[in-house]
């Protein structure tokens, strides 16, 4: 995940998931993207890109299936 995008000269940080780390990645207009297990979203392991958040939660776009987009 992470030298790809840097060939591209994209700048990548590994963060935790939590909630601080989200809202100020957010807060920068990038970007979060998350290697997921199966659950909410699928029944097996993919990634979702997290572009957003609002009271009701963190919006996503899960790029395998765009009726699942935008879930919260």
């Given at each position: 995940m992470e030298d790809v995008p840097k060939l591209y000269g994209m700048q990548v940080t590994s963060l935790s998931a939590a909630e601080e780390n989200l809202?100020?990645?957010?807060?920068?207009?990038?970007?979060?993207?998350?290697?997921?297990?199966?659950?909410?979203?699928?029944?097996?392991?993919?990634?979702?890109?997290?572009?957003?958040?609002?009271?009701?939660?963190?919006?996503?776009n899960y790029p395998n299936c765009m009726s699942r987009s935008g879930r919260k």
């Open positions: 809202t100020a990645v957010l807060d920068n207009s990038d970007v979060f993207i998350c290697s997921v297990g199966p659950g909410d979203f699928m029944t097996a392991g993919h990634y979702i890109v997290i572009y957003g958040y609002a009271n009701e939660g963190f919006p996503v």
